[in-house]
């Protein structure tokens, strides 16, 4: 099988540093062409360096380039959940390499022209950095095979009561991603809410020697205490299954439908919204997951870690 050539862009707290850890583990898969930042869970300076510090820390150089550090229009909303530097209590050593020279959008649009037509995107955080890509340069959109994000839903949010955190942040950009034409697979809290970390995984993953299952463990650890501690989430990690629906992605069922994102109201901004009654009379262009085969994603989870 022939690899995947990727571009992984986070906006770096607790799930998606799980979410780069597995994919750093996915080598037979992927072809890692570069890491892209951008604000969202905390600061992008602190995403950015957690991205790079991560990367370094297990042993690899990756392009990690610097990305937006504010929505398209309004000011972001940052999370409680992953602590103040975005990965918990967690400490990583401050790497001496340095960013990729271009901005995450161009460094994006770079790998596009290089893959030939065959890039695929991962995005786990808000959707500046792609939004920018389309906006500046509108052929990407013939360069770029497909792009799974982890963000959105079809029913209910968690900013608000219609809102998932990463499109609320920026639905400007979310929308123009959406209504691109290019393939887009969304996995949403109607899949991520689902696993909880079960008790077994932390503990098998913790019995691990390697760098990448004790990084892991430690992440797990605070993922289980931050609820009590800062107010935060339960442990879920919604990233690492957006990149298991491009690893396995028989783990999960998708529907396809016409969806757009609403830009505006007190409640709705945000709100990734499908087509179900065909009123727009438009071609369905999101495949949304939908639900989750929990033993399939945990096994598959623990045996990258074991």
């Not at 430690?218 to 935060?232: A, L, Q, S, T």
């Not at 990690?237 to 028989?250: N, W």
């Amino acid at each position: 099988m022939s690899k995947i050539p990727i571009v992984i862009d986070v906006d770096t707290g607790t799930d998606d540093a799980i979410a780069i850890t597995a994919a750093l583990l996915c080598q037979e898969h992927l072809d890692i062409r570069a890491f892209t930042t951008v604000m969202g869970n905390v600061a992008v300076e602190k995403t950015s360096q957690n991205t790079l510090n991560l990367v370094d820390y297990l042993g690899w150089d990756y392009k990690v380039a610097i990305g937006s550090p504010k929505p398209l229009k309004k000011d972001y909303t940052p999370a409680i959940s992953h602590g103040s530097s975005g990965l918990g209590d967690v400490v990583l050593p401050e790497s001496s390499k340095g960013f990729y020279r271009k901005e995450s959008y161009e460094t994006i649009y770079e790998e596009a022209i290089k893959a030939k037509g065959s890039l695929h995107i991962l995005g786990v955080g808000p959707l500046t950095n792609l939004a920018l890509a389309i906006l500046k340069h509108p052929d990407i959109v013939q360069l770029i095979e497909g792009i799974t994000i982890m963000g959105g839903g079809l029913y209910g949010g968690n900013m608000t009561m219609t809102s998932e955190f990463n499109i609320y942040n920026d639905p400007e950009a979310a929308k123009i991603v959406f209504e691109s034409g290019i393939p887009l697979h969304m996995v949403g809290l109607d899949v991520t809410l689902k696993p909880k970390l079960p008790r077994e995984v932390f503990e098998r993953v913790s019995a691990g020697k390697s760098k990448y299952a004790q990084f892991a463990s430690k992440i797990f650890d605070f993922m289980y205490r931050r609820k009590e501690e800062i107010g935060g989430d339960d442990p879920n990690l919604h990233d690492v299954i957006a990149l298991g629906a491009i690893i396995k992605p028989e783990m999960l069922t998708f529907e396809k439908h016409y969806m757009t994102v609403e830009c505006e109201g007190e409640i709705t901004r945000g709100m990734t919204i499908a087509d179900f009654n065909h009123v727009a009379m438009k071609d369905a262009n999101v495949w949304a997951a939908v639900d989750i085969d929990e033993e399939m994603f945990w096994n598959w989870l623990v045996n990258l870690f074991e």
